[in-house]
């Protein structure tokens, strides 16, 4: 692991002495590979967290995504994560919500419980010309459901946008990652539909289960800019435990998640997201907005500013209510690297009146190639 930390800070420092712009490197007129190389470190100063300390912590991310274009319809697609280090998401930090979303060192083995590394994604897709009515996008193998649900214009982007995962998708929409399924996208018009389906895998910790989601999406433009519109909603089979711990209950969940721009230089955005409460859930409800400011305000067109705001409550666990506040700047060094400053404010209120607080101060570099 120490030899690949060397190598890909290696890779970052040619990455950011390049003059090339940013694309996916063509390396067959059929066969490319594009990707994130994501370096952060972040600081939390904590008050009223006993057993917890302030204390900083790094991690290193690099994902590439393989891309075989078989015809003009048919695709083949792998993704790769290899990480170095858990930041402060380990264990480090007091509070259910992790700092960073990425996906790190711990995420990127053992996949899935099927004893898997290192690959996130892989699946086959070819697209349909449904001449009036449409084009529908169809994809299976190892998939990503928050790639079908939960996207957001403005909050959707752990490496270019907000840190904190509960202002990356929804924590109450419970989506799974890179395990096996298929989904499907049906473009008409403005309209845009998508439904995904996968089955989770068991391992020693969780007996699997089914997932399902779908989402209906509508895109227009009211003059001041274009805005996006959704509504996902999601379930399980019955396969996790009550509150009492007695029988087998489902999760369901929906999402409303909203983008919309205002004129050149603002956007803002907003998300709700409920689930049911029937199994064990540390939030039912979220409530989430910010805003994103353009750097073309002072002259930097490719920076942006971002404030975003979250509160989540209503959970049958210890934690009565947890809230995020978070702000970053991304100064874009140039056409495919930026360096980001990020402040999170967190605080958990737990049922037993304790309520860990803090700051977690950020630094992220992002070479996309």
Same mark, same amino acid.
């Given at each position: 692991?120490?030899?690949?930390?060397?190598?890909?800070?290696?890779?970052?420092?040619?990455?950011?002495?390049?003059?090339?712009?940013?694309?996916?490197?063509?390396?067959?007129?059929?066969?490319?590979?594009?990707?994130?190389?994501?370096?952060?470190?972040?600081?939390?100063?904590?008050?009223?967290?006993?057993?917890?300390?302030?204390?900083?912590?790094?991690?290193?991310?690099?994902? #590439?995504?393989?891309?075989?274009?078989?015809?003009?319809?048919?695709?083949?697609?792998?993704?790769?994560?290899?990480?170095?280090?858990?930041?402060?998401?380990?264990?480090?930090?007091?509070?259910?919500?992790? #700092?960073? /979303?990425?996906?790190?060192?711990?995420?990127?083995?053992?996949?899935?419980? %099927?004893? %898997?590394?290192?690959?996130?994604?892989?699946?086959?897709?070819?697209?349909?010309?449904?001449?009036?009515?449409?084009?529908?996008?169809?994809?299976?193998?190892?998939?990503?459901?928050?790639?079908?649900?939960?996207?957001?214009?403005?909050?959707?982007?752990?490496?270019?946008?907000?840190?904190?995962?509960?202002?990356?998708?929804?924590?109450?929409?419970?989506?799974?990652?890179?395990?096996?399924?298929?989904?499907?996208?049906?473009?008409?018009?403005?309209?845009?539909?998508? &439904?995904?389906?996968?089955?989770?895998?068991?391992?020693?910790?969780? =007996?699997?289960?089914?997932?399902?989601?779908?989402?209906?999406?509508?895109?227009?433009?009211?003059?001041?800019?274009?805005?996006?519109? %959704?509504?996902?909603?999601?379930?399980?089979?019955? /396969?996790?435990?009550? #509150?009492?711990?007695?029988?087998?209950?489902?999760?369901?969940?929906?999402?409303?998640?909203?983008?919309?721009?205002?004129?050149?230089?603002?956007?803002?955005?907003? %998300?709700?997201?409920?689930?049911?409460?029937?199994?064990?859930?540390?939030?039912?409800?979220?409530?989430?907005?910010?805003?994103?400011?353009?750097?073309?305000?002072?002259?930097?067109?490719?920076?942006?500013?971002?404030?975003?705001?979250?509160?989540?409550?209503?959970?049958?666990?210890?934690?009565?209510?947890?809230?995020?506040?978070?702000?970053?700047?991304?100064?874009?060094?140039?056409?495919?690297?930026?360096?980001?400053?990020?402040?999170?404010?967190?605080?958990?209120?737990?049922?037993?009146?304790?309520? =860990?607080?803090?700051?977690?101060?950020?630094?992220?570099?992002? &070479?996309?190639?």
């Amino acid at each position: 692991m120490k030899r690949m930390c060397v190598l890909l800070f290696i890779l970052f420092g040619v990455s950011l002495g390049s003059g090339s712009t940013a694309a996916a490197l063509e390396i067959t007129d059929k066969l490319s590979i594009e990707g994130d190389l994501a370096a952060a470190y972040q600081y939390q100063s904590l008050s009223k967290a006993p057993g917890f300390d302030d204390t900083g912590r790094g991690a290193l991310v690099f994902q #590439p995504t393989l891309r075989l274009q078989l015809t003009d319809r048919d695709v083949i697609q792998a993704t790769l994560g290899f990480a170095a280090g858990n930041g402060l998401n380990d264990g480090q930090s007091p509070f259910v919500l992790v #700092p960073w /979303a990425a996906d790190l060192e711990a995420d990127v083995k053992n996949i899935g419980g %099927r004893d %898997r590394d290192y690959l996130l994604t892989a699946w086959y897709g070819r697209q349909f010309d449904l001449g009036g009515i449409g084009q529908l996008e169809v994809t299976g193998g190892l998939i990503d459901a928050a790639d079908f649900l939960d996207d957001n214009a403005f909050a959707n982007d752990e490496f270019g946008q907000f840190m904190n995962e509960a202002l990356v998708n929804s924590p109450t929409a419970f989506l799974p990652a890179f395990d096996l399924g298929g989904g499907l996208q049906w473009e008409i018009g403005n309209w845009t539909t998508r &439904a995904v389906v996968m089955n989770i895998s068991s391992n020693e910790e969780d =007996p699997g289960y089914h997932f399902y989601g779908a989402q209906l999406g509508y895109r227009m433009d009211l003059g001041m800019g274009a805005g996006n519109y %959704r509504l996902a909603v999601m379930g399980t089979n019955k /396969a996790f435990e009550s #509150p009492t711990g007695q029988g087998d209950q489902s999760l369901i969940g929906a999402v409303l998640s909203f983008d919309q721009e205002i004129g050149e230089t603002f956007g803002v955005w907003m %998300r709700l997201g409920w689930q049911d409460d029937d199994a064990v859930v540390l939030h039912r409800n979220l409530y989430s907005a910010g805003i994103d400011i353009k750097g073309a305000l002072w002259n930097r067109q490719e920076d942006n500013i971002g404030i975003g705001f979250a509160l989540l409550d209503g959970g049958n666990t210890e934690i009565d209510q947890s809230q995020v506040a978070e702000i970053y700047y991304r100064c874009a060094l140039n056409d495919y690297t930026a360096l980001s400053l990020n402040f999170q404010y967190q605080e958990d209120k737990d049922k037993d009146g304790s309520k =860990p607080r803090g700051l977690i101060s950020g630094v992220r570099f992002v &070479a996309s190639f």
